[in-house]
């Protein structure tokens, strides 16, 4: 049973620093040497807030609903508007909070594949250590 429940924070903990790195890469991928092959700023062209602008809602909400309510924001005019929605989300260190979420949910993530017993404890462990390695060098290229 207790594998069980590690196994379900495992997963846990992965899947939402997995999430908030796809949030992330909406707003960095032009400038990070990632391709997640996710197009650029598509989240927010979409009309979907993710955390980051969650964060940015959170410190600076005046500039934040000042763009996000912009009509020009689904129009050809929007590039301009969308440049500086990213250099505010990063003014604000809301891209570098996200970061710290992610951190976080990693660092349980790995607890978790700790907690389960040596003698359970495999390859297939050594390859989750490396998934969670995988995102950390994600976060290192932004």
């Known amino acids: 049973m207790e594998m069980i429940i590690y196994?379900?924070?495992m997963g846990l903990n992965f899947g939402l620093?997995?999430?908030?790195?796809?949030d992330i890469l909406d707003f960095t991928n032009s400038i990070s040497q990632?391709?997640?092959?996710?197009?650029?700023?598509?989240?927010?062209?979409?009309?979907?807030?993710?955390?980051?602008?969650y964060f940015l809602l959170s410190k600076d909400q005046?500039?934040?609903?000042?763009?996000?309510?912009n009509k020009n924001l689904h129009?050809?005019?929007?590039?301009?508007?969308?440049?500086?929605?990213?250099?505010?989300?990063?003014?604000?260190?809301?891209?570098q909070a996200t970061i710290v979420c992610v951190a976080q949910y990693l660092e349980?993530?790995?607890?978790?594949?700790?907690?389960?017993s040596n003698s359970k404890r495999n390859v297939f462990s050594s390859l989750l250590v490396k998934?969670?390695?995988?995102?950390?060098?994600?976060i290192d290229s932004i």
């Open 7 to 9: 196994s379900y924070y």
């Open 17 to 22: 620093a997995f999430q908030l790195m796809d």
């Open 34 to 53: 990632v391709n997640s092959g996710k197009p650029f700023l598509n989240d927010i062209k979409q009309g979907i807030l993710t955390i980051p602008i």
């Open 62 to 69: 005046e500039r934040a609903t000042k763009i996000l309510v």
């Open 75 to 95: 129009n050809s005019d929007k590039a301009e508007i969308l440049k500086d929605l990213v250099n505010i989300l990063f003014e604000t260190y809301s891209i």
């Open 108 to 116: 349980r993530y790995i607890h978790f594949i700790s907690l389960i």
């Open 131 to 138: 998934m969670a390695d995988k995102l950390l060098k994600i």
